[in-house]
């Protein structure tokens, strides 16, 4: 398998763009997470998917992020407008079950000028 | 909710050392998992570890459930060890992940 997948792998923008993450799980993984990673607050979870359907999105920071997951094989993450302090790095990983062994992607690393 | 921590936060080590860090969670888990993030930032599954003892080559862990805690070994440490070693933790009954702050190592040649 592939592993999981992230496009883009960079990507610069203004404050106040829309920002759109894309990532494609592994093949057969009922799971889907979204974490973001700062030096700040380190790698958080932000939104975790069970078969296509989001479970907990609690840690999603603000009304100006949001993520869908239409299929079982993509799934997107979406800032809009975007500001200077969601520079970060994305990463998007998959699993199996829940609580089994996650998988991650290369990540998304993310600069809002 | 469940609490990660990682000790040491930092470490240096000459190559050809032995390390052990080490990751205390604050309830019980049924998934521990150790990763290993190199200077490109790729995050790279080591273990796998709700509880109990593996090895893969120089590297092993140990996680004591009962105990709330988890230990991962470094043999014969190489420069290419070097980065941010995460573990990270999901509570019984749920499936949200912790990530601890990591421990950075630095292998010198």
């Known amino acids: 398998d592939a592993g999981v997948i992230q496009s883009p792998r960079h990507e610069v923008t203004e404050m106040g763009q829309e920002v759109t993450l894309r990532c494609k799980p592994i093949?057969?993984?009922?799971?889907l997470f979204w974490y973001r990673q700062t030096m700040m607050r380190g790698l958080e979870l932000l939104i975790y998917?069970?078969?296509?359907?989001?479970?907990?999105d609690s840690g999603m920071p603000e009304d100006r992020f949001s993520a869908k997951m239409p299929n079982a094989s993509f799934s997107t993450l979406k800032i809009q407008p975007s500001e200077p302090r969601d520079s970060a790095v994305y990463f998007c990983?998959?699993?199996?079950?829940?609580?089994?062994?996650?998988?991650f992607g290369p990540g998304t690393r993310l600069t809002v000028l | 909710g469940i609490q990660v921590e990682q000790s040491p936060p930092d470490l240096i080590l000459q190559e050809g050392a032995n390390s052990t860090l080490r990751c205390n969670f604050s309830?019980?888990?049924?998934?521990l998992q150790w990763f290993h993030q190199n200077p490109w930032g790729q995050l790279i599954n080591l273990f796998y570890?709700?509880?109990g003892t593996k090895q893969n080559g120089r590297l092993s862990a140990t996680t004591v459930a009962t105990e709330r805690y988890s230990l991962l070994y470094i043999s014969s440490s190489q420069t290419t060890d070097s980065g941010v070693y995460f573990c990270?933790?999901?509570?019984?009954?749920?499936?949200?992940?912790?990530f601890g702050a990591g421990t950075r190592l630095f292998v010198k040649a």
């Open positions: 990270a933790a999901v509570n019984t009954g749920g499936f949200k992940t912790i």
């Open positions: 309830d019980s888990v049924n998934n």
């Open positions: 990983a998959s699993s199996p079950l829940g609580a089994n062994e996650q998988f």
């Open positions: 998917f069970n078969n296509n359907v989001p479970i907990d």
């Open positions: 093949s057969g993984h009922d799971y």
């Open positions: 570890i709700p509880s």
